[in-house]
């Protein structure tokens, strides 16, 4: 993993992401998985859409849910080293005085902290791998006229 000051980025055009009701359901394009991840993932992957710092995540997540500050951390980079193997992030440069601009919840607010999980699905690779476009007969090209009467 990069050093602390890199800021982490979603990889590109390849992966896609929306957070439903407070899921972050996410698909890399170029392999056909999805995954999801709920309450500190989500949060996570919701700051990495802005560009944020090791640092920034672990602090977000230390502003949003109680628990001990080394576990916080340690959970949040786990998920991040997890997000950049399964290539979903990359490292992006150097921070350069950014900031993450954050909301710290007032501490009876807190939700218990819970490691993030990371959950791969890959079943409809095969789905999500289709290229209707490019998956036809190279005559007729796609899309393409109605035959003639």
Not at 17 to 46: C, F, K, P, Q
Not at 55 to 72: D, T
């Amino acid at each position: 993993m990069g050093d602390m000051e890199t800021i982490y980025r979603i990889n590109g055009a390849g992966v896609i992401g929306e957070i439903l009701d407070g899921e972050a359901i996410i698909v890399n394009l170029d392999s056909g998985a999805y995954y999801s991840l709920e309450g500190v993932g989500s949060e996570v992957w919701s700051a990495v859409e802005s560009g944020a710092t090791l640092p920034e995540l672990i602090e977000l997540a230390g502003a949003k849910y109680a628990g001990p500050a080394a576990e916080i951390a340690a959970g949040v980079a786990a998920l991040v080293e997890e997000l950049i193997a399964e290539a979903l992030l990359v490292a992006d440069g150097a921070a350069n005085g950014h900031r993450l601009q954050r909301a710290i919840a007032p501490a009876a607010d807190r939700l218990p902290f819970v490691k993030p999980t990371l959950e791969k699905f890959t079943d409809m690779a095969d789905l999500l791998l289709l290229d209707p476009i490019h998956e036809v007969d190279q005559g007729q090209g796609w899309p393409h006229p109605a035959p003639r009467r």
